[in-house]
C-alpha cells in the first residue's frame, strides 16, 4: 500500500487494481480492498457505487475535461482543433501512476466480461459528453457526433500507444500524434473532395 | 404471437420484445417467452445463451453480414466504397419486423443499464468485425479503425432515421444517406486539405 499516496480514491483505485491483477476481479471483496487502502467501507462507498465503479470511476473526470477542453477552446476553432484542445485537456489527469493502473486495468477488463461491459458504458457516456460540448459551440448534430467518435478513437489509439511506450513522452505527446494520424486518414472517407 | 413468424429464433425475439416493453425486461421470465413463443425451454437455449442475449442476437448476424459486404467490394474500392457495400449488405436483414422490433428495443434499453452494457459490448465486437474486414483488403490499422467507427455511426444514424420515418423507405436508403452526410463532414477534420 502506498502510504504517501496522494488521496483516498486514488489509494482505493490502486489497491483494487493491485489485488485485482493478484487474485482476479471477482475473487477480491470490497473488504480486502479497503483493508489494503486503509480506510473503512463507508469511506469505500463514498467514493464509488459498487467494486466495478472503481475501475472506471476516473472516466467521469475524464469525460468532463475532454468538454472543458472543448468549451475552451478559442471561438474560430474547427472540430479538429476542439478535439486537439479536449486531448490536451485530459491528458491533465494522464499522471505516471494513471499509466501504470491503465496497465493493469487491461489486465483485469480483458478478464472479465462483465466488467468489459461497464467500461463500455462509461466510454459510450463520454462520447456524449464531447459531443454535447461541440454542439454548444453551434456545430450540427452529425458533425457533433462524428468529432466525439474521432476524439474517443484516437484516444484510445494514444493510450495503447502511451502504455506501450518504451519512453516517458507524456500522454498528450502520444494523444496528439494519434489525433494527427487519423486526420491524415480522413482522406479516405471523402477521396473525391478536391 | 405471429403464427406466421418465418422461424422459432424470429419468434422468440419478437415474443421477448413484446413481453419486455409491456412487463419490463426485469420482470419477465425465460418460462414467459417460451410460453408466447409456443416453444420448449431447451428451444430458448439453443438460440441463446441467456435472457439479454435474446434482445442482440441479431448484432452477431450484422457483424457477419458488415464484414461480408466489406469483403465482398471490387478490388478498387475505397474506403467510403467499403463502408457503403457493408452498410447496402446489413440492409438484407433490416426487415419491416425488425423495424418494429428495433423500436421496442429502444425502450428496452433505454429502462435497463444492464441491458444497455450488453448492447455495447456487441456493438464493439461488430465494429472490431468491421475493421478486420478492413484489414484483409490491405488497409492499414488506423484506417480500418477508423472506417469502424464512422460505419458504425452511420449505421446507427440510419437506425434511428428509419425508426422515426413516418414513410417506408427502406433501411438502405438511410444507410446510404447517413454515410454520405458523414462523409460531407469529414472536411471539418482536415480542413486544411487542399
Known amino acids: 500500500m502506498s502510504r504517501w499516496a496522494p488521496n483516498t480514491r486514488a489509494r482505493l483505485e490502486s489497491a483494487a487494481l493491485d489485488l485485482f491483477v493478484q487474485n482476479g476481479y471477482e475473487e477480491t471483496t470490497v473488504a480486502q480492498i479497503t483493508d489494503r487502502a486503509g480506510v473503512n467501507r463507508a469511506t469505500f462507498f463514498r467514493h464509488f457505487a459498487d467494486k ?22 478559442p471561438p474560430d476553432s474547427t472540430l ?17 501512476q494513471q499509466r501504470i493502473m491503465a496497465a493493469q486495468r487491461v489486465l483485469v477488463v480483458a478478464a ?8 463500455l458504458l462509461k466510454h459510450t457516456r463520454t462520447a456524449r459528453s464531447i ?22 478513437l484516437a484516444f484510445t ?10 519512453n516517458d513522452a507524456p500522454f498528450r505527446a502520444h494523444a496528439a500524434a494519434a489525433l494527427n494520424d487519423l ?8 477521396p473525391q473532395r478536391s
Open 112 to 119: 472479465n466480461t462483465e466488467v468489459q461491459e461497464r467500461g
Open 80 to 96: 479538429i482543433d476542439c478535439l486537439h484542445a479536449a486531448l490536451a485537456a485530459a491528458g491533465v489527469a494522464m499522471t505516471p
Open 157 to 166: 489509439i494514444a493510450l495503447e500507444r502511451w502504455m506501450a511506450a518504451d
Open 183 to 190: 486526420r491524415k486518414r480522413t482522406a479516405a472517407l471523402d
Open 52 to 73: 466495478r465503479e472503481v475501475l472506471f470511476g476516473g472516466e467521469d473526470l475524464l469525460a468532463e475535461l475532454f468538454a472543458d477542453g472543448v468549451r475552451a477552446a
Open 131 to 152: 459531443s454535447a460540448a461541440l454542439r454548444t459551440r453551434g456545430m450540427d448534430e452529425l458533425t457533433a457526433r462524428l468529432g466525439a467518435e474521432v476524439g474517443m
